[in-house]
């Protein structure tokens, strides 16, 4: 168990641009969630999945934003076209039914040029 | 929704004093409570939690308090230490939402000096 694994760490974009980060959560985690954070800011939860099921989705998560988790194992976040405010942090977290804790994983900070 | 307050922003104490965090929420139905810590570079780690039936909390240096009539909860840290130096973030979780959904606070820098 080497805990929430995302990558890239670091993405640097051009405006318009699509990207798309990966996280693996802790194996057997079946709730994973994605959150944004931007600078001096605490995190904002952007949605979550309970093994493939999206559960929910923040209103923060604009149609640019897609998230899936195809497997129920690691999961994917695409933004579209991209816009200078978007350039964040993006956390992905994992959790295990019904336990309660959430374990964060680094991030992977963009920045939108 | 659920709104979090978070004082104060920053805090600079010296090695072996106690820090005191606090932090307010706006919804009731909210009843579990975890603070994190979070160093540069790094996602935010679990460093104590809480949940509405308990109204305190102690892990060897940290402690955790909650008022639900007032709605607020603290962290205190006691014999702080360099390595203590982080930003921290208190959050919430309304019941009936899921653990990982949480509502965090706008972070306090925490400094200790040597």
């Known amino acids: 168990d080497t805990g929430v694994s995302q990558d890239p760490r670091h993405k640097i974009t051009k405006r318009g641009q699509n990207v798309t980060f990966r996280c693996d959560p802790i194996?057997?985690?079946?709730?994973l969630y994605w959150y944004r954070q931007t600078l001096g800011q605490g995190p904002e939860f952007l949605t979550y999945f309970q093994n493939e099921a999206q559960l929910e989705k923040s209103r923060l998560l604009s149609n640019r934003f897609s998230a899936e988790r195809p497997k129920g194992s690691f999961s994917t976040l695409e933004i579209q076209r991209t816009e200078q405010g978007d350039s964040a942090m993006y956390l992905c977290a994992s959790s295990l039914v019904p336990n309660t804790e959430a374990f964060f994983g680094q991030g992977t900070r963009l920045t939108v040029v | 929704g659920e709104n979090v307050e978070q004082h104060p922003s920053t805090l600079s104490v010296q090695e072996g004093d106690s820090a005191v965090i606090k932090c307010t929420y706006s919804?009731?139905?909210?009843?579990?409570f975890p603070w994190y810590k979070q160093e540069l570079g790094k996602g935010p780690q679990l460093i104590i939690d809480?949940?509405?039936?308990?109204g305190e909390k102690k892990d060897q240096r940290i402690a955790v308090t909650l008022n639900k009539t007032a709605k607020h909860f603290s962290l205190h840290i006691t014999e702080t230490q360099p390595e203590d130096s982080a930003v921290y973030f208190c959050a919430a979780r309304a019941r009936g939402t899921s653990y990982g959904k949480l509502t965090f606070g706008q972070g306090t820098i925490l400094t200790v000096h040597p």
């Open positions: 809480i949940r509405s039936n308990v």
């Open positions: 919804d009731s139905a909210s009843n579990y």
């Open positions: 194996s057997e985690h079946n709730r």
